[in-house]
């Protein structure tokens, strides 16, 4: 293989397959001329090899590799089939920014999304351009799948068949060391805020229990979350106090005291400033709306 390529494609909105098939070439057959694909190719050979170009760059595709051709790019071959060679191909669009480089290129997500709950550690897609896949029989299992689910009358074979192109994704996606690292740490540290948000956490506690420096932990949980420790354990205590205040018929002292907050009138500011009403004023426009929407209902 040449130079290592790879491909940095930002993942909000998920990349979305559209169509796909299996090809078989025989020898002296060529890949078709072509520039005017507006979709990423995912090839995966099964058998020979792809004599295949882009934009003048020749690569030599074999059976048990991968390949990922740019869309609005020109490819064609570079060779002749030598031998008989087949493929599976993938068409997948993708909507966020994309750059095809010798290294990883960190994308940042085209939509805003929440950061608690549902958050998103990783907003980049990596995928190696030309690589050695390592589960090929599982990977041509899936595919077959795909086609399968494709062809299907009823509409859930469109959403299982994008299911399953997303579990190929992630199957031959390629994570830096540093970066799956920091997302381990991230996650171990937001376990342990949800666990322990009932209580007094301070950097230091937070230092002990991981044996990093503050600065380091503060740095992991903002770049992959975008807050920091105590951000994303005030927002997560908000959204505990918010819960107990329309699920339950507790005080405001004690929802107070139940998600870590020893003076009600600091607790009471917080909410305030998070939800734009005082903690009775949200419990009280709650309340009126559902009466309001059960009034509509009936």
Not at 100 to 106: D, E, F, I, R, T
Not at 150 to 157: D, I, K, V
Not at 163 to 172: A, G, K, N, P, Y
Not at 236 to 264: C, D, P, W
Request: with cysteine; proline share 4%; aromatic share 12%.
């Amino acid at each position: 293989m040449s130079q290592p390529e790879y491909l940095s494609i930002s993942c909000l909105p998920l990349p979305t397959f559209i169509e796909g098939g299996y090809v078989t070439f025989h020898a002296g057959d060529r890949h078709p001329n072509r520039n005017n694909l507006q979709f990423f190719i995912l090839m995966l050979m099964e058998k020979g090899q792809l004599y295949i170009a882009e934009d003048g760059h020749n690569y030599t595709v074999k059976a048990g590799e991968m390949f990922i051709l740019q869309p609005l790019h020109h490819h064609y071959s570079w060779h002749v089939m030598t031998e008989d060679t087949a493929y599976y191909w993938l068409h997948f669009y993708v909507t966020g920014r994309w750059e095809q480089a010798p290294n990883l290129v960190s994308m940042g997500s085209v939509i805003n999304v929440p950061t608690l709950h549902h958050y998103t550690p990783v907003e980049t897609l990596y995928l190696a351009k030309h690589a050695k896949i390592q589960h090929p029989h599982r990977l041509a299992q899936m595919t077959r799948q795909i086609f399968k689910n494709s062809e299907a009358t009823e509409s859930y074979g469109f959403w299982q068949a994008q299911q399953l192109f997303i579990d190929i994704l992630q199957e031959i996606q390629v994570q830096s060391q540093q970066e799956s690292a920091m997302v381990q740490l991230s996650n171990q540290l937001q376990r342990y805020l949800r666990d322990h948000f009932n209580e007094k956490i301070t950097s230091a506690t937070l230092s002990r229990e991981f044996h990093f420096h503050p600065n380091h932990l503060i740095r992991t949980l903002k770049a992959t979350t975008g807050l920091t420790p105590t951000e994303y354990l005030r927002q997560y205590r908000m959204e505990e106090a918010s819960k107990r205040l329309l699920n339950t018929a507790m005080t405001e002292t004690e929802i107070a005291a139940a998600v870590g907050f020893q003076n009600i009138y600091y607790f009471s500011t917080v909410f305030k400033q998070y939800t734009g009403l005082a903690p009775t004023q949200y419990r009280q426009a709650q309340a009126r709306q559902i009466a309001t929407n059960h009034k509509e209902l009936t």
